[in-house]
């Protein structure tokens, strides 16, 4: 009966002891990932920005890939970017986003302590449309049903002149 007591709180201490430290190495807490401007359109630049509570990293990084929900097609070239620390556990950096026809971006952070690396949850941005014009949709000229209805109104009018004249 001894041993069994023994035993049962020699496991006790262990998972107790075993808790704390993987509680402790668990490395940084993400807050959301947040976009200035809210609603970015393609070929922007965003602020991106993050909030790290618990272990402090010595690096943290994003990694943002932009898609064509379209065609279902994600962008090969990765943009992997270093984040600052910008105030208390706040960290953020500038990415420029490079591809015309992208629907959204997905974005993720990952933060580096003790030598392991840890991620965030991935969150997905939809990008606003262009307003300036320039995506190459709409370019602000009539179409041929324009011109077909001129032609209809121009012999419908000829064709009633005729019909008076007569």
């Not at 986003?97 to 991935?122: M, R």
Request: with cysteine.
């Amino acid at each position: 009966m001894k041993i069994e007591r023994k035993f049962g709180l020699l496991v006790v201490i262990i998972s107790v002891l075993g808790a704390t430290f993987v509680s402790s190495a668990a490395g940084p807490t993400f807050g959301e990932i947040t976009l200035s401007p809210t609603s970015p359109t393609a070929l922007s630049t965003v602020t991106l920005s993050v909030t790290l509570s618990g272990d402090t990293p010595s690096e943290v990084r994003v990694t943002v890939e932009e898609c064509n929900g379209r065609t279902g097609i994600c962008h090969p070239d990765i943009q992997n970017v270093t984040m600052s620390l910008f105030n208390a556990g706040n960290y953020k950096t500038n990415v420029t986003l490079k591809h015309a026809d992208a629907t959204y971006i997905t974005c993720h952070v990952v933060a580096k302590t003790s030598g392991t690396w840890t991620s965030s949850p991935e969150k997905k941005i939809n990008l606003s449309d262009n307003t300036n014009g320039n995506d190459g949709n709409d370019d602000k000229t009539p179409g041929f049903e324009v011109v077909l209805f001129i032609i209809a109104i121009g012999v419908s009018l000829i064709v009633l002149a005729r019909k008076r004249v007569k």
